[in-house]
């Protein structure tokens, strides 16, 4: 099984993690879901591997949740889970899915947990904090 990443190649922390992924010396599959959409059992299954709840994958900022109601603690998962289905950007990002789980990689350094190999360092989170140092280990 390979590693399969459902990527927004505008956020930086997605773009983070497929960095990551890839200096690890894997390929992954990178799966544009802002392009492709979701599906009513992939997000279930996504969820369900990943110990997520529609409301846990809500991405609550630069995102239309709050202009469409979906933030009071009243919202159904089905009402949030239908929203994801119409607007993909309401799932937070990246999940990666890799033989040793599924994750929702917020923070980036999630990743690291998924992967059989650490990427050789240095290597860096978005905002500058490091994950890797110069010989190759995890930092933090």
């Not at 190649?9 to 959409?37: F, H, K, M, Q």
């Amino acid at each position: 099984m390979s590693i399969v990443i459902h990527h927004n190649p505008d956020c930086g922390t997605s773009r983070n993690v497929l960095a990551i992924i890839e200096a690890s010396g894997a390929a992954p599959v990178v799966i544009d879901y802002l392009e492709t959409g979701w599906t009513r059992p992939q997000l279930l299954a996504l969820f369900a591997a990943a110990g997520l709840t529609p409301r846990t994958a809500l991405r609550t900022t630069k995102s239309p949740a709050e202009a469409l109601g979906l933030l009071a603690p009243c919202v159904s998962d089905e009402t949030l889970l239908s929203a994801m289905l119409e607007h993909p950007v309401l799932v937070n990002r990246p999940i990666v899915c890799a033989p040793k789980g599924v994750r929702l990689c917020r923070p980036s350094e999630a990743v690291l947990d998924l992967l059989d190999r650490l990427p050789p360092g240095p290597m860096v989170k978005e905002d500058g904090t490091p994950l890797i140092d110069t010989e190759g280990n995890r930092v933090g």
